[in-house]
C-alpha cells in the first residue's frame, strides 16, 4: 500500500488526463529574426478573463505584419513579449467565455481579428477580446472564414474612411493581394468604378472580383493613364503613394494603411490624404459576413498549410506576388 506522502506526489490517471486537456500545440518566437525562429511547440491554453473569449482555432491566416512582427520590425512601436505566437486573425468555435462576455456563447461558430500583443491565432486555442469576435459567415468553411478579418475590415475602414459613393471612381494599388482582392469588392458592391493595379497575371483574377479595368504595374505606369479619380487606396505604399496624389481629381481622397502620406504635398496637390490603421470592429466583421453570406463578396485563398508548418506559409508570403490569401489549417 503506498504511503500518503507518495500517492500525494504521483499523478493519478485523472490529474495526468486533466493536465493534458490544458496544453496545445502553437507555433512560438523566442527571439526575432527569420522564418527560423517560428517554432513549433507544446504550451499551455490560454485562460479567458471576463470580457474575453476562449476560440479552438480551425483556422489562422497569416499577414504581412505577422511577417513584420516576428522580424522584430515592430518593436519601439508595440511591445510584443517573448515567447510570442504570432497570428491576429481566426476561425474556429467558442471554447469557453468569461463572465462578462454576453455576445458569444460556447459552440459558436466565430472569426476575429485580435489585437497585435495578445498571444495569437497560429495556435490550437487562442484568447480574444469580446470586442473582436464575431459570428463567422454561414456560407465558407473555417479555412475561408479565416482569411477574411484583417484584410476585410482593413479593406471595408479604408473604403469608410475614404467616403466612397456610388459611381465614383476609386484607384486600389495591391489589388490582387489579400486586402486588395476585399477592396475591389467592396468597392464595386458599393456602386464604384474600380480601377485596379496588379501584375500581368492578375487581370482576369481581378475582373472576376469586379475591377472594371486592370493596369499591368509592371508594364505601364499608372500616373500615364489614370486621371481624375475619386480615392486611391494604396496598399502597396512607398513611391506609389507620392505618384498617386497627382491622380486625384481636385478635392479627392488618398488613404493607406502603409505609411504616412506627405501632408505638404496632398495639401499642393488639392488633396486629403490619410493614413490607417485597421480597428478590431464586431460591426465591421457582422456586415462583412453578410455581403459574404449574401454570396456578394467572395473569399480567395490561395495555399493552406498545416500549423506546424506556419515557417514555410510565412516564407511564401515573404516571396510576394500574393494572389488572396495563405492560410493556416490548425483543426479539421
Ligand atoms: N496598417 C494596417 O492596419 C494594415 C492592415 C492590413 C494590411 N496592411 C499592409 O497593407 C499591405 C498589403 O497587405 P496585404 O495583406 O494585401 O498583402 P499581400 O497579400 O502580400 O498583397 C500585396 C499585393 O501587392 C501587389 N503588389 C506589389 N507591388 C505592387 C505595385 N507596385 N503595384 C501594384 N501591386 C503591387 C502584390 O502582387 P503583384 O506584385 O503580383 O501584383 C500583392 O498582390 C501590406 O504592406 C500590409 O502590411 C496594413
Redesign the pocket.
Known sequence: MSSPSTSAHRPTDTHRESRKVQEMKAIRIHAFGGPEVLAYEEVSRPIPGDDEVLVKVHAASV???DV?TRAGYLQGMIDIKLPHTPGLDLAGVVEAVGADVTSVAVGDQVYAYSNIARQGAYAEYAVVSAGEVARKPKTVDFVNAASIP??GI?AWQALKIAGVQQGQTVLI????????SFAVQFAHVQGARVIA???T??AAYLKTLGADEVID?TATRFEDVVRDVDVVVD???GD?TARSLGVLKPGGTFVT??GQPDQAAAAAAGVTASS???QASVADLTEIASLIDAGRVKTSVSHVFPLAEARAAQEL?ER????G?IVLQVAE
Open positions: 499577414n504581412p505584419v513584420a484583417l484584410a482593413t494599388h495591391g489589388a490582387g493581394g489579400g486586402t486588395g493595379t496588379a501584375s497575371d492578375k504595374y496598399l502597396v505604399g506609389v494603411p502603409i490607417m490603421f485597421a508570403l510576394g506576388h500574393m494572389q490569401k
